[in-house]
């Protein structure tokens, strides 16, 4: 059993606690963070299923005031654990790196960190093998995580040589106050990041991309101009997603309008939090143009970095070192594909 | 156990069944709907938990395309009941009545039905006692369930005279596209039906209400400036509402910085579907005024009259003909009050 | 002086009319609408300066009542135009139609119309030649009419072959209540009509494109992939479009962060109604990739079609025969280019 | 001819210098800003309408070298005006107000300032006498100033002994990405300081309320339930809304249907900007409960101040030494009543 802890307990950090304790070859030792957040305290209201420890000593009388249990220190959790998953806010991680280097142990820092503070920027299904006994990951951003999946899913069927994406990115998640937009399209300077990323992850794909904020909190929406070494056609693109444990294929005709839906079915599905794992891919947007197929996938931004970050516990612990082996083992404990 | 049948699987119905369930004296005999929603398609992915009955021919190819599993018609499921939830489409209610009627079962039917639909418009709180063995009783709407809760806790506490409501109304659930309201506030003539219906449930009570919609998915917030037959002091207000099992008092300073807090808070305690059947009360905006108190309630409209319609089917069966008890049971196997 | 009559007084209509009025070689006769609308109230309470006439007999007596002067009948101002610039709810042109034959008039309809009402699909900068003289014309939509400039502004230069776009349409002009979109981002089938409409005007063109509704006002953002018959840099992009007289070229550095930015801008300008003819283009989104360029245009949905509707005009009227010289008089006319 | 200058040439700034263009009996010296904003850059685009002076040296060469002609300093502006409008940003008027001392200058400064800048917190219709012969005045902040008009003017009618408000808060203008909101609604703690700045203005009156900012940005609305020293009816409520020259009464029967009508009826007016300097009430939104009148009004955000500013200019210079006379020559110049 590997002994993981989660640093950081936000709309990242609680999924992750989740994720690690659905493994079955992995023990969640406890979670760290500072402030009795909402989080924090809903921790408390469902009995404290995960031990609590406390990164910093600015608010432990607060803790203390509202009855929340505390197991120890964040320095005590990092010496318990094997690996530590980073989830604090950006910045953060690069100064909690000390600590884990201190004990000598393995972490795996979010997408918000910079690429500098770990040896390998990962993603489970495109490069798990350069994470294989790393002590420092770096997982991709939420938007990056999703399209990489698409695009090694074409890329290892087909050859890609090319992409163009446009994302479609949701500003704020469900509760946020503190960031937001209010009736405006807000648009960076070209390329997004997501597209060089794509390319220092998989370096044989030219990628560009333009990225537009809009004021929505259910999940980004990426469309993709791909072109391929040879043609892929519709129907060639369609079998290959439809194959993928981590793409979930839909239809507007079925009911899926919009990144919406996925939240509102998760919710149905009686997921917790109303999550999903998957990245949505509607079978009605895949069209070709000469020698391109371009389609639209969804990006369910709070959970859909999970997968990724349990196989990257998986590469750098060399519990698998073979990444059919690791990312199954993952899919597996989290019950990915069983819709099909 | 009674036995229950709910018809009509959409935000409202799923909420139902759930409700049903968890009620350890009744018994979910099934659940009926038109056509192969997302709702229904989750039910099949979910393993079919309720049997599915189908309240028209007209789509049942596709139920079969789809290897749906169907137990019988409406017309089956009402049969085998003691009692039928009935959260169809407005207007569909008052036909299916016809069926209810001829089999001479009960119903309970939602806000969106017309009053003429029943023998009764019931609360579970305010007059629990009208609906003992009534055989169709209408709930009241989302907004005036949860605002009734709030003005009859204070109305039995101390005497309420006189409401003025605003009601800022979200104006879709999340996961609807056919209706919304894009970067605009808009106005209902007033008085709002909410307060006009406060005062059929409890006609003691002088109302009256403006009603302002706005582009947010996640609960409503009522502002209610009430005139007690003796001045209500904001402590004793508070006293009140803290002894309600009905009514969560929180704080700003606690992070409920709006209506999303509530969302994202039963998402993070693990609630199914992120739902809440408390309605939120934040101490920090009670105010005096003169004789007047002043404050604002938050109410999660996918789940918060799943208590008192479960306390209709208390009523109207006659499972508990006592207000206290009737109401008590409903939240025992609701949880309803554990977290204080 | 071609005598010019606008039936519809709505978003677009109102906008028609103050287009024809700016053009010195045109006469707007009047306007036509059915009731008493916010933008009729409007036109009384700024003194009548455009002459109304009726387009239905049903609200007769609430004009009477509001003290809005009529000027006839909706057949009366046919009579007295050259042609008609229809803008009325999609289907009533089709219907309006006949009227217009029946007086062996001209009339210009707009995008929500089937093409199957007018004679030749028009868009003054691309096919402007094929309006020449026809008696009816239908004009691109907002979002095709502002495609189009960008795209056929590179193909004069330097031939486009191929183009993939992302359409993320704003779903409400401000001020729509009766439809809206709320915290969702909502995808059509793809291909979208717009690139569907591209090719119908630009035959030679490979265009495919998909369509995401997401819930603001103040413009559309479109993104272009587009491939060049031979290599199209950013800089010998950047320099056509900077000769453009309908493209406004910004940067997010000026200030331009997005479709809002248009807007204030405008509002700053003192341009009637805030309104803007031009598409906007970001310099910094404009991406090369292989032999790809890619860039984000703004589209100010309730304006843009008026240029090209006054290239309509001109063309079915035969007031200019070539190309260049009637796009030019309309930009001379509405002001076009003077910002550079 | 009384001098003025305008500092800060932002969303309200601009407005106040239009403003003052209009008033006859004021001379528009200049305006004063740091750097080359879209505002700045829409003002050199109309051909400098207004002088231009520098609030400092940190941005001069970027003005050079946009070719945006400046006129001198703030410095050189204050000595060449009797009375400054300072609209900064919150806090630097304060640090202004040095300069505006120093050359002995009269100043008007908006609501994000503190009172304690001022010597008297202005209403121009509810305290003008107060504002009259001083030297530094604030004026009351946008929702403040609109609620005022409407209480004051059924207290000067009527008296007015208690108001407990609801304000429905616009978050952000059009064409702002630094602040916003999605899909939430946010709560204050209460009372909010809106209902504390009537008291302050108003003593007289008993004020309390609660404010929630919704994701929208056209309009606040607020609810007001006010209480007489006798009974107001609803026609006596309407008799005084329609004498008034500040007030535009309308219906949701009229078109009116929410904030953002108001906006779009100030477009298709073609007020500059789109803006209106009234305030909004519905007359459907009146009704009666008990000893008590409730109503909704409309809280143009951006020029609603306006008014009261140039009144605020008249008090302090001694232009109109009466209320009524002041404000009269107010709306006479900008034309406010003229719709009745």
């Known amino acids: 059993m590997v002994k993981v802890g989660v640093c950081g307990y936000g709309v990242i950090g609680q999924r992750l606690a989740d994720g690690v304790a659905l493994q079955k070859d992995m023990e969640l030792v406890g979670v760290a963070d500072v402030a009795p957040t909402l989080a924090i305290r809903a921790l408390k209201e469902k009995g404290m299923p995960y031990a609590l420890y406390l990164a910093s000593e600015e608010n432990r009388a607060k803790f203390e005031q509202l009855k929340i249990p505390v197991s120890g220190t964040l320095e005590e959790l990092v010496r318990k654990c094997d690996i ?79 992409v163009a994406i446009t994302i479609v990115r949701r500003v704020a998640d469900p509760g946020d106050y503190h960031r937001g937009l209010t009736n405006a399209l807000q648009i960076d300077k070209a390329p997004s990041h997501q597209a060089v990323d794509l390319m220092t992850i998989m370096p044989h794909i030219d990628a560009t991309g333009i990225l537009i904020h809009t004021p929505v909190t259910h999940g980004h929406i990426i469309t993709v101009v791909a072109t391929g070494h040879k043609k892929i056609t519709k129907e060639m693109a369609l079998e290959s997603f439809l194959k993928h444990d981590r793409i979930r294929v839909v239809s507007t005709d079925d009911g899926f309008l919009g990144n919406a839906s996925f939240f509102r079915y998760a919710r149905d599905l009686g997921n917790p939090r109303g999550d999903m794992y998957e990245i949505g891919l509607w079978s009605d947007s895949i069209v070709e143009s000469g020698d391109e197929i371009m389609f639209a996938i969804n990006i369910p931004q709070e959970s859909v970095t999970i997968p990724e970050t349990m196989d990257a516990v998986r590469a750098a612990c060399e519990m698998q070192t073979d990444r059919l082996e690791g990312i199954g083992k993952t899919n597996t404990y989290l019950g990915m594909g069983k819709w099909k």
Do not use: P
């Open 84 to 162: 530590i998953l980073d989830a604090t806010s950006a910045g953060v991680g690069a100064k909690n790196k000390e600590l884990y280097a201190k004990y000598n142990k393995k972490a795996v820092f979010q997408g918000g960190e910079k690429n500098s503070v770990a040896d390998v920027f990962f993603h489970g299904y495109a490069n798990y093998e350069k994470g294989i006994g790393k002590q420092f990951l770096k997982l991709t951003s939420c938007n990056t995580t999703g399209l990489i999946r698409a695009v090694d899913c074409l890329d290892r069927d087909y050859g890609i040589k090319k």
